[in-house]
């Protein structure tokens, strides 16, 4: 057998019950429920699922299976990071990570449990489970002949980006991109600014107070999560970009941009 198809059903035994029948995609959301019960008896919050968290988690147990490797690095030398702003540029996170599991059988009978509890019984994985640096995952399985693929991305995404970007940014003009608020931190606390090209350029605040090398956005609120950042590239040519933070804390070079 070659591939997943949508027919394609996986089994989870059940002690005394014989076995029940799950689509990939319930397969993968039982690890999902497995791990945020790990999560919930260490005394963390529950990771929230993205569907293009498991988009981009289904690229890679695809990719494995098909190409027949096992590894976080892709035969195009990328690593989970690089696959997130390659496949989901839009998707702007402060940080990500990824658990790979394999297993064969020929019987073709897999458990959620399993795969979650071999994750919780590796160093690395667990640290991944059990980081509070994280609050989404994706996850997605594959099937290619009797082996299993099964990728976890976990990741701390701050916005994610509505509007499209324009083929080019002049220096000196205004642009307002709309974007989707997906943090867990309280929107009222969010703040953005934009890094201008020389670092050492003053910007006026207002009488008393300025900064250095970034100046701070106005962010406009369209609804509960939706919001519109006015982009102005008016300190001249070169790279701009954006950061994101709370509380005077900003993760930097979030998203680039290059004004010409």
Partial sequence: MKGIYLGLLLLLPLAGLGADTLSPGEFARQIHAEINAIRGRNGLPELIWRDDLAGLALRHSQNMGKQDFFNHVDPEGLQVSQRLRKHL??????????????????????????????????????????????????????????????????????????????????????????????????????????????????????????????MPLSIEWKSENRLILPLEFKYGKGRYSLQLGWDGYYYQDMLEFRAD
């Fill in 89 to 214: 540029p839009e998707l702007l996170v402060a940080g990500v990570g990824e658990n790979l599991y394999f297993i064969e059988n020929s019987r073709l009978v897999f458990d959620p449990r399993e795969i979650a509890l071999g994750w919780l019984n590796s160093t690395g994985h667990k640290a991944n489970i059990l980081s509070q640096d994280f609050t989404h995952e994706g996850i997605a399985v594959h099937l290619e002949g009797n082996r299993l693929y099964t990728t976890q991305v976990l990741a701390l995404p701050i916005l994610k980006r509505i509007s499209a970007l324009p083929p080019a940014f002049s220096a000196g003009r205004s642009y307002a991109l709309e974007f989707e608020y997906v943090s867990v931190e309280p929107r009222e606390d969010f703040n953005c600014q934009l890094s201008i090209p020389d670092p050492n350029t003053r910007v006026q605040i207002d009488l008393l107070t300025y900064t250095l090398g970034s």
